[in-house]
């Protein structure tokens, strides 16, 4: 395994056990799938390098653009829960009220 493989490797795995584990705030799950996507985005981007074809070279760009578009929607439910709630907490949200 190279230490690019490891690297990313890592990152999404390190992403993963923070959405498992510290999941109290709203903003730090977002974070963490923010951080997921990125080293995604890093994997997808040195597996079109190493293949070099010109087929695979927009999937990157379009992951990208997923993210940026998540990432919008997740903050727009921020500010939707905190200003109904109160707060942030995921604790406190429950999904069968509107």
């Known amino acids: 395994m190279t230490p690019a493989h490891f690297a990313f490797s890592t990152a999404f795995s390190l992403g993963l056990t923070g959405l498992a584990l510290h999941r109290h705030h709203l903003l730090s799950a977002l974070l963490c799938l923010e951080g997921m996507m990125l080293s995604l985005f890093i994997a997808l981007s ?3 390098m190493q293949l070099s074809a010109t087929s695979f070279s927009m999937a990157p760009m379009i992951l990208l653009t997923f993210s940026a578009c998540e990432a919008g929607a997740g903050l727009g439910l921020l500010v939707a829960t905190a200003r109904t709630h109160g707060s942030d ?5 429950n999904l069968l009220q509107c």
Do not use: I
């Open 89 to 93: 907490h995921l604790q406190g949200l």
């Open 46 to 48: 040195l597996w079109a």
